[in-house]
């Protein structure tokens, strides 16, 4: 049977309804060191979500450490068991962070935030990666003639590598539905005034399978700042996902937009869906299926991630929110993707 995979409560806890995270307007997208504004990057077994030109207040580790490059900057995070955010400014200062707080515009300033890795729930957990067995064979010969005998031992060691199958034809999205809580969501809501929720639509909305949908929302004070929300997952190499899922715009004034990414290994923000603001169905939740994203064969990864951004425009001053359920990633038959 395969195993479920879910967020240690203590990593998930650790980014609560507070974790302040979303692109800002009119961002440069590779000003970020040459690392575009929402896509990812590891180092150090740990992987970080890119933000540029933002900043947020508070929560240092300590003073700022001076003279690094950005990269070295998120290593030295990687590095620091406390550490779940880093702001890198002009001047090539590096500030650590142990939480995370309000998001303000700085031009030329980065940020990185830690996004925890799936594990199991179980001691099962499907591994993508071989395992060796050593196994030993004695073979006894004995040759005679009318006055002799004699015996020849040969002990022959073999190698056997087997692989634990991935789950190639398993969902890999848990609680795509929100039916069970936010876990293990993680929500990035974007200022003080924006919100990433669970909120129950009622049963005059087509298309909500049960009562809970996931809603990015924003006050009438927010300046229209994006609502994000990412899973951590495990994706077979070799295997083609089809991501699907139903939707809604809930707006009076302004718009809305929407737009799903995929990522595995380098290709950390692949766009496979995305619902422009002339894109919506009123007053309905609507199913929408993106594009294909393949996971190359010979991949040396198997830890992806799932991201979905709600974007807002114009009508500034009036409440905004989108809705979300019915998240589903279906390995694709017959699909072969080419090898790394």
């Not at 998930?12 to 040459?34: M, Y």
């Not at 690392?35 to 890119?50: M, Q």
């Not at 030109?53 to 590095?79: H, M, R």
């Not at 591994?127 to 067995?133: G, I, L, Q």
Request: charge should be negative; proline fraction near 6%; charged fraction near 15%.
């Amino acid at each position: 049977m395969l195993s479920k995979f879910t967020f240690a409560a203590a990593a998930f806890l650790s980014f609560s309804n507070a974790f302040a995270l979303g692109p800002l307007p009119k961002r440069d997208s590779s000003s970020c060191h040459g690392y575009a504004d929402g896509s990812t990057y590891t180092t150090g077994g740990k992987k970080f979500l890119l933000s540029t030109d933002v900043v947020k207040s508070t929560n240092n580790l300590g003073g700022p450490i001076w003279d690094l490059s950005f990269t070295e900057c998120v290593a030295a995070c990687a590095a620091d068991p406390d550490c779940v955010d880093l702001a890198y400014t002009g001047g090539s200062v590096c500030y650590l962070k142990k939480g995370l707080g309000v998001p303000f515009a700085e031009d030329g300033t980065c940020d990185a935030v830690l996004i925890p890795e799936p594990i199991s729930s179980s001691t099962d957990l499907p591994a993508c990666s071989p395992t060796t067995a050593i196994s030993t064979a004695t073979i006894t010969e004995s040759a005679s003639t009318s006055t002799t005998t004699a015996t020849s031992t040969l002990t022959v060691t073999a190698l056997t590598t087997t692989t634990t199958a991935c789950p190639t034809t398993t969902d890999p999205i848990i609680n795509g539905s929100f039916e069970s809580g936010m876990a293990p969501w993680m929500p990035l809501p974007g200022g003080t005034d924006g919100y990433v929720e669970r909120a129950s639509p009622g049963t005059n909305y087509k298309g909500s399978d049960q009562a809970w949908v996931i809603r990015g929302r924003i006050d009438a004070t927010n300046p229209n700042l994006n609502q994000t929300f990412v899973q951590s997952l495990i994706l077979c190499p070799g295997t083609t996902y089809r991501l699907t899922f139903t939707a809604r715009r809930n707006l009076y004034s302004g718009q809305s937009s929407l737009q799903a990414f995929l990522g595995a290994g380098p290709d950390a923000a692949v766009v496979v869906a995305t619902i422009p603001v002339s894109g919506w169905t009123s007053d309905t939740m609507v199913t929408y299926t993106g594009s294909d994203f393949a996971v190359p064969a010979g991949a040396q990864y198997s830890a992806g991630i799932v991201r979905f951004t709600i974007g807002f425009a114009q009508g500034t001053g009036y409440q905004k929110d989108t809705w979300v359920d019915n998240v589903k990633l279906t390995p694709v038959v017959g699909a072969t993707p080419s090898a790394s």
